[in-house]
């Protein structure tokens, strides 16, 4: 099984704890016939702070307010389910970041 590398970052989630620079790092098995949407909701079901720091359990997707980097490019959260992840891939949790 393929494994891949999530980052996620502090501002996401208080149970994350971390300074605005830092991530909390996982590395996760993947099968090869999991989209990234199936792949983020088992990770849910699994880990309850990454459940509460940036998953709508009702909707079952990640938060509008969450952007999805994959190996350095943003993906639409409409498109998960049509990613199919590899091995080595990176996936990034950032916060959406407003400003005035």
Do not use: C
């Not at 393929?2 to 993947?30: C, E, M």
């Not at 990454?50 to 498109?79: P, T, Y």
């Amino acid at each position: 099984m393929p494994w891949v590398k999530l980052k996620i970052h502090a501002w996401l989630g208080r149970d994350f704890n971390g300074t605005s620079s830092s991530f909390q790092d996982l590395s996760i098995s993947v099968s090869a016939v999991e989209s990234m949407q199936q792949v983020i909701s088992r990770l849910a079901k699994e880990n309850e702070n990454f459940r509460r720091a940036i998953f709508e359990e009702k909707a079952n997707r990640l938060r509008e307010d969450i952007l999805v980097i994959l190996n350095g490019r943003i993906i639409n959260l409409d498109k998960l389910s049509e990613v199919v992840l590899m091995e080595n891939d990176e996936i990034i949790f950032l916060p959406y970041l407003a400003g005035g």
